[in-house]
Nanobody, 115 residues
Framework: QVQLVESGGGLVQPGGSLRLSCAASGRAFSIIAMGWYRQAPGKQRELVAHITRGGSTDYADSVKGRFTISRDDAKNTVYLQIDSLKVEDTAVYSC?????????WGKGTLVTVSS
């Protein structure tokens, strides 16, 4: 079994920053790729950022230049640095990991952007 646990969400003012973490534990070796998704109230879940084992990254157009995905392989952890937050970034942010052909999901962390 693999567990993914997100942390780092919270309430922040527009223009602020947050750093989200997603730690994988259990049989979390050979992670192929990890990604961050978000789901805003009343909207479908969308891919925010993605990083492969080789370090290639991809971002949604709406977050390019403001979000940065990175990872620490020694800790089986992926991070999402979020800068210049906007009200429309408010959502539950979840991570997933592709391991051994299976996809695992965390429960998510809430990010609320409000003045």
């Amino acid at each position: 079994q693999v567990q993914l646990v997100e942390s780092g969400g919270g309430l922040v003012q527009p223009g602020g920053s947050l750093r989200l973490s997603c730690a994988a534990s259990g049989r979390a070796f050979s992670i192929i790729a990890m990604g961050w998704y978000r789901q805003a109230p009343g909207k479908q879940r969308e891919l925010v950022a993605h990083i492969t084992r080789g370090g290639s990254t991809d971002y949604a157009d709406s977050v390019k230049g403001r979000f940065t995905i990175s990872r620490d392989d020694a800790k089986n952890t992926v991070y999402l640095q979020i800068d210049s937050l906007k009200v429309e970034d408010t959502a539950v942010y979840s991570c997933n990991a592709v391991i051994g052909g299976l996809i695992y999901w965390g429960k998510g962390t809430l990010v609320t952007v409000s003045s």
